[in-house]
Structure formats: structure tokens, C-alpha cells
């Protein structure tokens, strides 16, 4: 009989070994023969042909079968959200019915979900969350489908919102941090979805949001940024200089002044361009000291914006500026300058004049 030497030139010793014992293995489970092979479960089950295989008990989390045949494969498979099933082909296969039964999504309705265009995506999933004789449960796990399967961000942010809304504060703020720890999605399309409904659930649950995003304070540049932001915009206004303080020890700069910027949005349009150089168009930073002539041009930046405020509708100069002996307009403005910059002050930001 002939060498097939041709066959196994390009394996290696490893592999050889691997496959004998693939071969003759008493244990020919789907999950053993995959833990000899030692394949990439990301990688190597990709278009592959496993119809009519019995995967038995095993744990498909992390595994991506895109366009892979999978019609009339059988098993008590452990899936989820990390189970990539993208144009796999899947008649027959009784593998997905237990543990989707399981979460409370009927197979149908995951496969509409699947094969659909994202228009009908849409429509599938309203119609779900419309049922009255659909329990919670099924709501959400079909929702959670529609995350896994969304293939952009407007449907995996369309079905977080939804997910949402069956979810307490506690459960929602866990499963963003386990989809920011998988990464099967660009931590900044997650936390940029999250962070709405983040803003929305601050009312009620502030405790638990705090929390979450004093977490992202220490998660990287990416994260810090948009947390301190988000901070500056729900954070109870007695809490607001603590947190001044606690931001303004912080190492990053950009963090530091996109706390600044969207806590001045928050107190008003004034403030917001009162943090600015509008020469820079940059935010200024905590303790920031401005020259005679900066502060000239912030002046003249935002006197317009101030004036309609300083004064009535007939144009004259507010009743305490006379009081104060301060009649002219030019004061007026200088005034609530002034007041506008207390009032930063009183949040732990402060801008000094040379």
C-alpha cells in the first residue's frame, strides 16, 4: 500500500497526534473532539458542513457557525448571545429549540427574526412586546434575541431600549457591563446606546447608576470621557461640588473638561460658553486663570446672549443695577458676568481674572 505522505506534509507533529486520537477516542461527543482538536471555537467552525451531527450537551457559548449547514443537528445545547448563527443554515435543527424554549422564545419567532430584513426585525419585535398573552419573560428573551442577531447599531440600540424596559436598573447596568467584558460589540456603540437609558433610569435609580458609572471612570480613556459626562448630567445638584472634587483629582484632562462642559450645558446656554475660549473653541480646565485680555474676549462672546437677560423688553437697565448706581447696559452685562461665573464657582469650577 502506498504512503500517503501527500496528505500529511503540511501537518504537524501536533496535529498528527491529534487526529489519531480524534480517531480513536471512546469518547466521540461533540465537546471532547473539539477540546483534541483544540480548535478556535471564533475561527474554525465557520461554513462548515455538520448536518445531521448530534452535539449532545455541549456549551456552543463563543462559537461562530456563520454560514455554517447546520440542518437537523440535535442536542441540549448551553447557547447565547456570544452563539453566532449568521446565514447558517438551520432546517431541522432541534439544537437551538431547548434553550431557547428556555429563555421563552419560541423557535419561529427566532428564525422570523433571523432570516428577516432589519425593517421586518423591527416589526417582528413590536409585534412581540404588543402580545397580551406574551409573559415578560418572552418579551425580553425575544429582545435579547434581536441584540444578538441585530447586524448594526440601530437595531442592537433599538433592542437594548426594549430590553430595558423589562429589566430593573440593577439588571440592565449588569448586562451592559457583561457586553462591554465580551466585546463582541465596539464599547463605544454599547455604552453610547446605554448611556441614554442610563440618563433615563438616574431618576430612579440613582444609587445603582452612580456606581456604574464611577466604574467607567476607571475603564480608559474612551470610557472616562463619556462616564464624566454623564455624571455631570444627572448628578443631584447638592451632590455636584463633591463630585467636582472627586473629577477634578482625576489625571486625564479631556476627561476633566468634558465633565466641566456638560455640567455648564446643564446650568444653562451662558454657562456653556462662559467654560469656552472662544478663541480655541477648547473647554477650559478646573482653576483655569484668565488673562485681562481672555476674559475681554469671553466678554464680548457672550454679551449678546447675556444682555437679553440683563435687561426688560423695553431695553432699560434692570431696577437693582440702579439701586447699585450701575445704570448703563456695558454694567449690567459685566454684573451678571460675574454671577455667571459664581455660579460655576459654586460647583467646584473655578475660572480666576488676572
Not at 471564533?42 to 448530534?54: P, Q
Not at 439588571?171 to 464599547?187: A, C, I, M, N, T
Not at 446605554?194 to 433610569?201: P, R, Y
Not at 451662558?270 to 475660549?277: K, L, S, T, W
Request: charged letters at 25%; glycine letters at 6%.
Amino acid at each position: 500500500m502506498k504512503s500517503s505522505v501527500f496528505l500529511t506534509d503540511d501537518l504537524s507533529a501536533a496535529d498528527l497526534a491529534a487526529i489519531e486520537t480524534m480517531a480513536t477516542t471512546a469518547d466521540s461527543s461533540f465537546s471532547n473532539l473539539v477540546k483534541i482538536g483544540c480548535f478556535d471555537p471564533t475561527v474554525d467552525f465557520k461554513y462548515g458542513n455538520f448536518r445531521g451531527m448530534d452535539f449532545g450537551d455541549a456549551d456552543l457559548r463563543g462559537f461562530d457557525f456563520t454560514g455554517a449547514d447546520l440542518r437537523d443537528v440535535s442536542g441540549e445545547c448551553t447557547i447565547d448571545s456570544t452563539t453566532i448563527l449568521d446565514s447558517a443554515l438551520l432546517d431541522g435543527a432541534s439544537f437551538l429549540t431547548s434553550p431557547l424554549a428556555q429563555e421563552g422564545l419560541d423557535i419561529k419567532i427566532y428564525e422570523a427574526l433571523r432570516g428577516s430584513y432589519w425593517t421586518d426585525q423591527i416589526i417582528v419585535l413590536e409585534r412581540e412586546l404588543k402580545r397580551q398573552d406574551l409573559p415578560p419573560s418572552s418579551k425580553l428573551a425575544t429582545a435579547s434575541a434581536l441584540y444578538a442577531l441585530g447586524k448594526d447599531s440601530f437595531i442592537r440600540r433599538t433592542a437594548m431600549r426594549a430590553m430595558s424596559k423589562m429589566m430593573t436598573a440593577g439588571q440592565f447596568l449588569q448586562f451592559v457591563r457583561d457586553e462591554l467584558k465580551k466585546g463582541s460589540h465596539s464599547p463605544i456603540e454599547v455604552l453610547s446606546s446605554a448611556l441614554h437609558i442610563v440618563d433615563e433610569l438616574y431618576e430612579t435609580a440613582p444609587s445603582d447608576c452612580l456606581r456604574f458609572l464611577m466604574e467607567l471612570l476607571d475603564g480608559g480613556e474612551s470610557f472616562e470621557t463619556i462616564a464624566s459626562a454623564a455624571i455631570a448630567r444627572n448628578i443631584r445638584t447638592q451632590d455636584i461640588p463633591r463630585m467636582a472634587a472627586v473629577i477634578k483629582r482625576k489625571s486625564s484632562a479631556v476627561m476633566r473638561k468634558s465633565f466641566i462642559a456638560a455640567l455648564a450645558a446643564r446650568l444653562g446656554p451662558v454657562h456653556a460658553m462662559m467654560v469656552r475660549n472662544p478663541i480655541t473653541n477648547d473647554t477650559f480646565d478646573f482653576d483655569t486663570r484668565l488673562s485681562n485680555g481672555e476674559f475681554k474676549s469671553v466678554t464680548r462672546a457672550v454679551t449678546r446672549r447675556v444682555r437679553s437677560e440683563s435687561l426688560d423688553r423695553s431695553g432699560a437697565p434692570k431696577p437693582f443695577c440702579e439701586i447699585l448706581g450701575y445704570p448703563s447696559k456695558e454694567a449690567v452685562v459685566a454684573i451678571r458676568l460675574m454671577e455667571f461665573y459664581e455660579g460655576l464657582a459654586l460647583t467646584g469650577i473655578s475660572v480666576s481674572i488676572l
